[in-house]
């Protein structure tokens, strides 16, 4: 990977939701293709024994910070540190998300406000942080974590599929606001894919049901997302931006 077009070789990325599941085999595929990495998310053993694991398995740099990305000053800190420590920021993968799944009539105020602030917030706050840098370099990528949730939805998911589908409107506003910086912002909208977040949230039955909805009849590998986000962060993807990958196995395309 790192002598094609694919490469990252001289990149430094920032992943938040770096320790496990699709944040973590993105900070995997991105230091397979030569880059450095700067990886954030609130439990500092998973995050830590996960940073170290890249770097023995790549041989890549891969520093980490403990923070909470629903708290405003650690979005502040993790920015500020990231910048320091690595001296720039390339690419930012916006990742760390969750689901409180809650019908119309039901849902907390504390509940909503905490994934506006997780899954939607945070996210402009870390790319308004680091895009100034990258203007300067005339160079970025910046990548949110949608979901198809954002563009199709199911019962009870109306915080989780308010902000999955705002990510993907402020993708594309920001895509124009960067292109003439030469900074792409796009979006990846996953499918089933078997992490933790998915499998904690749905029953047995739920999740047999959701993989066969899916084309291919079963659930996505965290690294089948991280395949088509190396495409964006690298030269390879370099003219696609305001865009949303929908990778899902197939599972928007069905009607019945
Ligand atoms: P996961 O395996 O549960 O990983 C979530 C990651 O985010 C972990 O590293 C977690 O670490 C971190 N995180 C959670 N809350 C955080 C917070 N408040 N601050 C900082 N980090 C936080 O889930 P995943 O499936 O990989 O989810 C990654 C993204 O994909 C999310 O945005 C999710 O909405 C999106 N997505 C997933 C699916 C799917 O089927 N899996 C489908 C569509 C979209 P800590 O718990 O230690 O903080």
């Known amino acids: 990977m790192r002598d094609t077009i694919f490469s990252l070789v001289g990149k430094t990325a920032l992943i938040t939701g770096g320790s496990r599941g699709i944040g973590k085999a993105m900070a995997e595929v991105f230091a397979q293709a030569g880059a450095e990495l700067f990886l ?8 830590r024994a996960a940073a170290a694991a890249i770097a023995e398995k790549t041989g890549a740099r891969v520093e980490y910070l403990p923070a909470d990305m629903a708290r405003r000053e650690d979005t502040d800190r993790l920015a500020d540190e990231a910048l320091r ?4 920021v390339d690419i930012l993968v916006n990742n760390a998300g969750w689901n409180i799944p809650q019908a119309i009539n039901a ?10 602030e997780l899954n939607l917030t945070a996210v402009m706050r870390l790319t308004r942080a680091v895009v100034p840098p990258m203007k300067e370099r005339r160079w970025g990528r910046i990548i949110h974590i949608s979901s198809i949730m954002g563009r199709a939805s199911t019962a009870k998911r109306n915080a989780y599929s308010a902000t999955k589908a705002a990510l993907i409107g402020m ?8 292109g003439p910086y030469n900074i792409t912002v796009n979006c990846i909208a996953p499918g089933p894919i078997a992490t933790e977040m998915p499998m904690s949230l749905l029953s047995p039955e739920q999740q047999a049901e959701l993989g066969g909805r899916t084309a291919l009849g079963r659930w996505g590998q965290p690294e089948e997302i991280a395949w088509p986000a190396l495409l964006l962060a690298s030269e390879a993807g370099r003219y696609i931006t305001g865009e949303v990958i929908t990778v899902d196995g197939g599972c928007l395309a069905r009607i019945f």
């Open 171 to 178: 993708a594309q506003a920001s895509a124009l606001d960067l």
């Open 40 to 47: 954030c998310s609130r439990k500092e053993d998973t995050l």
């Open 85 to 88: 420590r690595m001296g720039k």
């Open 107 to 116: 849902i907390r105020d504390e509940d909503w406000d905490y994934l506006v």
